[in-house]
Structures are given as structure tokens and as C-alpha cells.
């Protein structure tokens, strides 16, 4: 079992930056795929990016690709979501998830464990 525990969430103009961690205790952290998914009221969990054990592969949804890049530091336990250039559809609660099958799956039905969510809004 892993505990995930999001934090960096904030209100940030369009345009700004902020930066997301997840810090995850319990089983080996390197161990898991790590991935960020975002929700709105009344939509789908969707995807955003996901990262490989080792950080070696790394895959984003069309939707913040070049935008946002996510990034691990075993030793640390934590898995990083930077969030460069942000627009208003960015606004939504941010989840961290992580997996065992080792495959950057982009379906949240395939992650095991989740974090509890940190609100991002992006407003001028």
C-alpha cells in the first residue's frame, strides 16, 4: 500500500506558474507508475500526464503537452507536476495516482492508489 498527499494547489492567472508535489509513504515508492489526473464538477476524471518508475518515459494528454511536465524524485519519495502557462481550463482539482502494472496508462481505472486532491484555479 502507498499514501499519496497532494499539496502546491493555489489560484494563479493565466499565464502563471505553479508547481504540484504528491509525497507518497508506505511501499517502495519506485515501485509504482505515477500519474496526474484533474477533475471539474460534473466531468470525468481525466487524464494529464503519467511517468515512468525510474522517470526514464514520461506521456501527457494533447491538452497540456509542452505546457506542463511531470517529474519524480525517488529518493525523496515525490512525484512533481509544473504547470507552466496555464489557462483558465486548467482550473480543476489535481489528483496524484499511482500504479503497479508499469504502464503509463492514461485509464484511472487502471490506478490503485489516490491521493485526496488539491485545487488549482487559474483567474485573472
Known amino acids: 500500500q502507498v499514501q499519496l498527499v497532494e499539496s502546491g494547489g493555489r489560484l494563479v492567472r493565466p499565464g502563471g506558474s505553479l508547481r504540484l508535489s504528491c509525497a507518497a509513504s508506505?511501499?517502495?515508492?519506485?515501485?509504482?507508475?505515477m500519474a496526474w489526473f484533474r477533475q471539474v464538477p460534473g466531468k470525468e476524471r481525466e487524464f494529464v500526464a503519467a511517468?515512468?518508475?525510474?522517470?526514464?518515459?514520461?506521456y501527457y494528454a494533447n491538452s497540456v503537452k509542452a505546457r506542463f511536465s511531470i517529474s519524480r524524485d525517488n529518493a525523496e519519495n515525490t512525484v512533481y507536476l509544473q504547470m507552466n502557462r496555464t489557462k483558465p481550463e486548467d482550473t480543476a482539482v489535481y489528483y496524484c495516482?499511482?500504479?503497479?502494472?508499469?504502464?503509463?496508462?492514461?485509464?484511472?481505472?487502471?490506478?490503485?492508489?489516490w491521493g485526496q486532491g488539491t485545487q488549482v484555479t487559474v483567474s485573472s
Open positions: 511517468i515512468s518508475r525510474f522517470g526514464v518515459q514520461t
Open positions: 495516482a499511482a500504479n503497479l502494472r508499469s504502464i503509463l496508462a492514461t485509464d484511472r481505472n487502471l490506478y490503485d492508489h
Open positions: 508506505g511501499r517502495t515508492f519506485s515501485d509504482y507508475v
